[in-house]
């Protein structure tokens, strides 16, 4: 199966630990995208990139939270120091980003839920 | 204001109704339209993508105007199965996505 895949699929940390969220794209897929649900409420676009650059990060908060996607391996999303308001769940998608001639969908992973205690 | 726009519902409805979602979108410019529906506790999944000149799939129909800013899911003989969250996606330039807060719908045997 060449879905995208997340991993860890569930995660707790003490507050003021560090959590490293992985995400491996669909075999072809060069685009990856970070978004943070939490309960109840609906997906909040956070960071956008392709290998080795960030595309856009206007979602992102600009302390504690990083996020990379290197030439090999997976894209990280990275929370330093994390606090309760961190829990949630943390979807990555990914896409083709071909230009005009594909329709360019978005296919997520499972997720990875972020508990901090 | 938002970029996308859903009524979050809920929407509870017997089997077999006919239902409608709408989603409106601020962005004249956006590129491309998707509606994904999300299980509880699950990931989103893409349930379609909508063409400009609207696509049928099945008992799912979904339709754009775009001079108007909105997109359309008609779901006709709803099924329990069908309960579930429909997020609605626009794919703007630049290739960054935004999604509506959703729409709950809940069938009812």
């Known amino acids: 199966n060449a879905g995208v895949m997340q991993n860890p699929r569930h995660l707790v940390r003490r507050r003021g630990q560090e959590a490293r969220l992985r995400c491996s794209p669909m075999?072809?897929?060069?685009?990856v995208y970070w978004y943070r649900q939490l309960p109840e409420e609906g997906l909040k676009f956070m960071v956008y990139l392709q290998k080795e650059n960030i595309i856009d990060e206007s979602g992102m908060p600009k302390e504690r939270f990083s996020a990379e996607f290197p030439k090999e391996g997976p894209s990280i999303l990275r929370i330093q120091q994390v606090v309760r308001g961190d829990s949630a769940a943390y979807f990555c998608?990914?896409?083709?980003?071909?230009?005009?001639?594909?329709?360019?969908?978005?296919?997520f992973g499972p997720g990875t839920r972020l508990t901090v205690l | 204001r938002k970029e996308v726009e859903q009524d979050p519902g809920p929407f509870n409805v017997p089997e077999g109704a006919t239902v409608a979602f709408n989603c409106t979108y601020s962005n004249s410019a956006s590129q491309s339209f998707f509606w994904y529906r999300q299980d509880c506790r699950k990931e989103p999944k893409l349930l379609m993508s909508?063409?400009?000149s609207g696509n049928e799939d099945g008992r799912f129909t979904a339709q754009l105007n775009k001079a108007s800013q909105y997109v359309s899911l008609l779901i006709r003989d709803s099924q329990p199965s069908d309960s579930a969250t429909y997020l609605c996606?626009?794919?703007?330039?630049?290739?960054?996505?935004?999604f509506g807060t959703g729409t709950s719908l809940t069938v009812i045997p």
């Open positions: 909508v063409y400009s």
């Open positions: 998608a990914s896409s083709t980003g071909q230009g005009l001639v594909s329709y360019n969908e978005q296919f």
């Open positions: 075999k072809g897929h060069s685009h």
């Open positions: 996606a626009v794919k703007s330039t630049g290739n960054q996505f935004y």
